[in-house]
């Protein structure tokens, strides 16, 4: 009998509670309570297995920008897709995890100013798509557009011209996707027609840590990178 050890990534979440709660994350980001209603089991056991998918870095916790007593939960679905492919090469070589063939889908990106991490996200997305994908951004309260976030995504050749706009000049609009990017416009989404998805990312204000000077770009520089992880794996339909 072989006593071949198998996979983290299989042996983690071949446990059914688990596989439910990464399932939840893999849809957006989560609190504790919104993860115990969804797997209808007490905070303690899901704190628990929590725990165990952040031991082994398939998760980690961030402290929510909008209420500080909030943590939310994200799966790093880099991290993943790497262990997935590891579970599979050990079993055979060949084998492969290939994306299913994509077609079009209307993404909108909030945020509360529309002046740093939406922007940014949409001009990361359209770039990425090609223009095969229908992508906005806006905000609860617009403001300027940060020069730091042109800074952030010019480095991965992207040129970010942006006029902010105001959450209810798109609210009557039909997406497919609604992805919030703060906690605090989480907090004040519409409802839109058609019933669009809708994802949770708990990315921190960059501008927060220093202003419109240079003392900022370090922390728009690690959105926009954290913009790009989470982009590459966003459910969205393109245009062949």
């Known amino acids: 009998m072989s006593t071949e050890a198998v996979p983290l990534f299989l042996r983690l979440l071949s446990d059914p509670l688990r596989w439910r709660l990464a399932r939840e994350l893999a849809a957006g980001d989560r609190r504790v309570r919104e993860l115990v209603a969804a797997a209808g089991q007490p905070q303690n056991l899901v704190s628990y297995h929590l725990r165990q998918l952040r031991d082994a ?3 980690t ?15 790093d679905l880099e991290r993943c897709a790497r262990t997935w492919a590891d579970a599979g090469a050990a079993l055979h070589p060949g084998l492969t995890g290939q994306a299913a063939p994509p077609a079009r889908s209307r993404v909108l990106f909030l945020c509360t100013g529309n002046s740093g991490r ?14 095969r994908v229908s992508v906005t951004s806006a905000g609860s309260h617009p403001k300027a557009l940060h020069p730091n976030a042109v800074r952030a995504v010019a480095e991965y050749g992207v040129d970010l011209r942006h006029e902010p706009a105001h959450l209810d000049t798109v609210r009557r609009n039909r997406f497919d996707l609604v992805v919030t990017l703060c906690d605090r416009v989480r907090e004040v989404l519409p409802e839109f027609p058609g019933t669009p998805r809708l994802v949770h990312w708990s990315i921190p204000d960059p501008a927060r840590e220093g202003g419109t000077g240079s003392e900022s770009y370090p922390a728009f520089r690690r959105t926009a990178a954290e913009l790009v992880s989470r982009i590459r794996f966003l459910p969205v339909h393109q245009e062949s």
């Open 57 to 59: 870095g398939l998760v």
């Open 118 to 131: 939406s922007p940014m996200a949409e001009a990361l997305l359209r770039h990425r798509a090609g223009g």
């Open 61 to 75: 916790a961030r402290r929510s920008s909008f209420d500080g007593r909030d943590t939310y939960y994200h799966l």
